[in-house]
Nanobody
Framework: QVQLVESGGGLVQAGDSLRLSCVAS????????MAWFRQAPGKEREFVAG????????DYTDSVKGRFTISRDNAKNTVYLQMNSLKFEDTAVYSC?????????????????WGQGTQVTVSS
């Protein structure tokens, strides 16, 4: 399995930006479709964005379209989530996940590897 470590979370104000990073080790990231999920207190884990193995396609949940951008650099074994125009409701623990396959899926059960998560807190 690939090991994943996220970073880049923090406390920001509404309207600010953050960039999350997810660094993979143990396996070549190019073998995996990747995704970001988030979970807020008292809520279910939610798919945020996904990117195909060779970055030819992306998918976003409606609430982040136009504000978040997922990207990857397979040479650096890293996946990114650029988050702009952050809102209070974006507050959550963000985790990256790896799926053995070409395209990402929205169901978290499809993912075999997970990072520990990074906290994003947006003050209103």
């Amino acid at each position: 399995q690939v090991q994943l470590v996220e970073s880049g979370g923090g406390l920001v104000q509404a309207g600010d930006s953050l960039r999350l990073s997810c660094v993979a080790s143990g396996r070549t990231l190019g073998n995996y479709a990747m995704a970001w999920f988030r979970q807020a207190p008292g809520k279910e884990r939610e798919f945020v964005a996904g990117i195909s193995r060779m970055a030819t396609s992306t998918d976003y949940t409606d609430s982040v379209k136009g504000r978040f951008t997922i990207s990857r650099d397979n040479a650096k074994n890293t996946v990114y989530l650029q988050m702009n125009s952050l809102k209070f409701e974006d507050t959550a623990v963000y985790s990256c996940a790896a799926l053995v396959g070409i395209r990402p899926r929205r169901d978290f059960s499809s993912y075999s590897s997970w990072g520990q998560g990074t906290q994003v807190t947006v003050s209103s």
